[in-house]
């Protein structure tokens, strides 16, 4: 690439041989692929220094400024985490902006404020108690401040809605549930959803 452009550049002075057997034009050639290295180097080097951009060695020197490593996986899912991460100040501590950080990190939660000093978290869509929970509550409370109490909330079917839906005791025995899987047929929700 830059070897063509320095023939472009020095062909009209007439004043060099400029092919590839010549002395100037082994050196134009060296020159060139020289160039050409430096210009990749510096655009990865402009590529990784970018959190919107980077790929490879800049998502892992920023995920190492961290405690722990966010539960993202893809790089556009790595970038939104560390993104998230980055915007966390002193006035990120509304329910809104605590959900959007722990969403930010690949973790699809909410908080809602319980009171003074408390959080929920809790996992909208998801029955149980989610995959990976052990990483997730520490990345959890990594990222909130010490002084708040933070409760993680797992959804299980209530009473209720067992009486809502109708359930008894024949219908379970009918569709074959041990008490695990009973206890996991939530009616489905149709708030939010994972986009």
């Known amino acids: 690439m830059y ?9 009209p002075l007439g004043v060099y041989r400029l092919d590839r057997g010549s002395l100037s034009g082994a050196e134009l050639y060296a020159l060139g692929r020289g160039l050409d290295a430096v210009s990749a180097r510096l655009e990865e ?3 990784e220094s970018v959190t919107a951009t980077a790929e490879g060695e800049g998502l892992r020197r920023r995920e190492a400024l961290f405690l722990r490593r ?6 556009e899912e790595r ?3 560390i993104a ?3 915007q966390i100040d002193g006035d990120s501590l509304t329910p809104e902006a605590i959900g959007r950080t722990i969403r930010g990190c690949g973790i699809w939660a909410r908080a809602e404020e319980l009171g003074t000093n408390r959080v929920r978290v809790v996992f909208p869509g998801t029955v149980g108690i ?5 990483q997730i509550e520490k990345i959890v409370l990594d990222i909130l401040p010490c002084h708040l109490g933070v409760e993680f909330y797992f959804r299980f079917l209530t009473w209720e809605e067992c009486e809502r839906v109708g359930f008894t005791w024949v219908i379970v ?3 074959g549930y041990d008490w ?3 206890q996991m047929a939530v009616p489905i929700e149709k708030e939010w959803k994972r986009p």
Do not use: K, N
């Open 130 to 134: 989610p995959a990976e929970f052990e």
């Open 79 to 81: 970038r939104a985490a």
């Open 180 to 182: 695990e899987e009973f």
């Open 70 to 75: 966010p539960a993202a996986v893809t790089p």
């Open 3 to 11: 070897e063509e452009y320095l023939r472009g550049l020095l062909a």
């Open 45 to 47: 080097v402009e590529r």
């Open 84 to 86: 998230a991460l980055l």
């Open 173 to 175: 025995d009918i569709q």
